[in-house]
Nanobody, 115 residues
Framework: QVHLVESGGGLVQPGGSLRLSCAASGSLFSIAVMGWYRQAPGKQRVMVARITSGGSTSYADSVKGRFTISRDNAKNTVYLQMNSLKPEDAAVYYC?????????WGQGTQVTVSS
C-alpha cells in the first residue's frame, strides 16, 4: 500500500503562486511516474502535470509555461510550483503515483484562486 500526503493548497489572488507537495511512503518512489491532477466542481478529474523516474515532464496545455513539476527522490516527494494563477485553476489537486505495485491517489488539497 502506497500512502500519499499532499500539502500546500490554499487561497491566493489571481496572479499569485502556490507550491504543492506530495510525500509518498511505502513505495518504490524513485522508479514511479508521479503526477498532479485536478478536479473543479462539476468537472472531470484531469491531468495537470507528470514526471517520469528519469525526470521527463509533461503538462496540460492550460498550465504549460506557468506550472512546474519536480521531484526529490531522496525525500520521496513530488512538487508542483504554480505561478500566475488564474481563477480557472481553482480545483482540488490530487497527487498520483504509478509504479510496479499499482496506482494510488492522494486525498487532495484545495486550491482557491479569487480576488
Amino acid at each position: 500500500q502506497v500512502h500519499l500526503v499532499e500539502s500546500g493548497g490554499g487561497l491566493v489572488q489571481p496572479g499569485g503562486s502556490l507550491r504543492l507537495s506530495c510525500a509518498a511512503s511505502g513505495s518504490l518512489f524513485s522508479i514511479a511516474v508521479m503526477g498532479w491532477y485536478r478536479q473543479a466542481p462539476g468537472k472531470q478529474r484531469v491531468m495537470v502535470a507528470r514526471i517520469t523516474s528519469g525526470g521527463s515532464t509533461s503538462y496540460a496545455d492550460s498550465v504549460k509555461g506557468r506550472f512546474t513539476i519536480s521531484r526529490d527522490n531522496a525525500k520521496n516527494t513530488v512538487y508542483l510550483q504554480m505561478n500566475s494563477l488564474k481563477p480557472e485553476d481553482a480545483a482540488v489537486y490530487y497527487c498520483n503515483y504509478a509504479g510496479y505495485e499499482g496506482g494510488y491517489w492522494g486525498q487532495g488539497t484545495q486550491v482557491t484562486v479569487s480576488s
